[in-house]
T-cell receptor
């Protein structure tokens, strides 16, 4: 079974803090993704990576950066957290190829005060 | 840009009955993939079913089937013999040839005993 884990289920941070969200997958997947999920908006892609040290912007990259130093790990960084970044963050991974299923982590619910 | 529209924010169905969730999408591409994902309450998102755009035959997975109308850009999900465990948020998703992944806003399905 594919396993995608995220470092925290719940996180509370203050405005201006630097926030790291970690995602690890154990299936040697090439592709990894970060989404945020908000009610009524579904999932919106922040960044994705199709290889180590490679990254592509998604729909809403502003205020975020990512790091992929190892194949199994994909980190999302909020450089200076703001209240409008309060959301559920979902990580996903898949094998290379557009037909491949994405496997999701359990999500991190982030509250920025 | 591709968009995915789920026009039903909420749906309900009686246990053992059949329900259809709607999804339309907008694209100018001819080669793409469509997915339905299920997100149970407080649980991880999982794939329900997927459809390759080049295939005319509708995908089926046990009680789940799709009605894929490529010309109409419609991709509805039919759940037969609904069970209590089918209660969840359902997301329709589109994936293009360049790895761009788009999700709809979701449909919350309630199953009544």
């Amino acid at each position: 079974d594919v396993k995608v884990t995220q470092s925290s289920r719940y996180l509370v941070k203050r405005t201006g803090e630097k926030v790291f969200l970690e995602c690890v997958q154990d299936m040697d997947h090439e592709n990894m993704f970060w989404y945020r999920q908000d009610p009524g908006l579904g999932l919106r892609l922040i960044y994705f990576s199709y290889d180590v040290k490679m990254k592509e912007k998604g729909d809403i990259p502003e205020g975020y950066s990512v790091s992929r130093e190892k194949k199994e790990r994909f980190s999302l960084i909020l450089e200076s957290a703001s209240t409008n970044q309060t959301s559920m963050y979902l990580c996903a991974s898949s094998r290379g190829g557009n037909q491949e299923t994405q496997y999701f982590g359990p999500g991190t619910r982030l509250l920025v005060l | 840009a591709q968009t995915v529209t789920q026009s039903q924010p909420e749906m309900s169905v009686q246990e053992a009955e059949t329900v259809t969730l709607s999804c339309t999408y907008d694209t100018s591409e001819s080669d793409y993939y469509l997915f339905w994902y299920k997100q149970p309450p407080s649980r991880q998102m999982i794939l329900v079913i997927r459809q390759e755009a080049y295939k005319q035959q509708n995908a089926t997975e046990n009680r789940f089937s799709v009605n894929f109308q490529k010309a109409a850009k419609s991709f509805s999900l039919k759940i037969s013999d609904s069970q209590l465990g089918d209660a969840a948020m359902y997301f329709c998703a589109y994936r293009s040839g360049n790895n761009d992944m788009r999700f709809g806003a979701g449909t919350r399905l309630t199953v009544k005993p």
